[in-house]
């Protein structure tokens, strides 16, 4: 299997990388700045470029099965870029015709007033008001993901951790999040290479609980 990562200089993306290696799965990383895969120099393919730039999303897709979308802004939430990338990468996987697309999220945006405890609701609420430009991009990219006539899912975690491991992470359309919620970047790595041998959430919006 071969894995076009975006995102693979992050945090999750990290984490990410490593399980997929470890599974001998062949990735192929899209960083804005190569030397942050240095950690992995040998071990996978980089190609240095932008999230926006067609060429270099073509180039990261060409040749791969799978399209892992783990990139998001950091703060103070300035650049808006989600939804417009994941236009590029979805147009992208069906000219080469590369079906499965992950793309992670966050338990905080969109419309699933069903899975937040009350005050994680009042949590999004102030954040859409905070950041409405950054608000409406995400729900944007969720929706463009929707849309993509592709074997999607959306992976929706609440706060990230990053240290450990758990093989038994809740995971699905109703797990019920809150304000204290959150979910280890290594336990959705973990999660993820089952998915990808084993596809049961085609088509979900999976919310995550560890
Ligand atoms: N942090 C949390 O608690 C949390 C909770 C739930 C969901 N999430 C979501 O989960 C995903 C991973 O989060 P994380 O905290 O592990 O990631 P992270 O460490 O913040 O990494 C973000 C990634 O996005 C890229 N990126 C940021 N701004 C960019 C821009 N303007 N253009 C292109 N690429 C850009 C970064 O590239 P560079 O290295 O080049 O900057 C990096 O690869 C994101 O979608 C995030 O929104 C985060």
New binding site residues.
Partial sequence: MNVALF???????QCVASALLSEGIKIKAL???AN?MDDFAGELTVIQG??NDKKAVSETLCGCDVAIC?????LPYT?I?CAE?TTVIVEAMHVLGVHRLIC????MVGDYPENRSWAMQEMVEVFNHRYPELAADRSEQERMVRGSGLLWTILK????TTGHVNEEIEVGCDVPVGVLSSAS?ESIAHWLVNELRHPLHIGEALFFLD
Avoid at 7 to 13: F, L, Q
């Fill in positions: 995102g693979a200089s992050g945090a999750t993306g960083c804005r700045n942050a932008d999230v783990v990139f998001g802004p950091h650049d870029f990338a992670q999220t966050v338990a975690p609440p706060r990230l970047r």
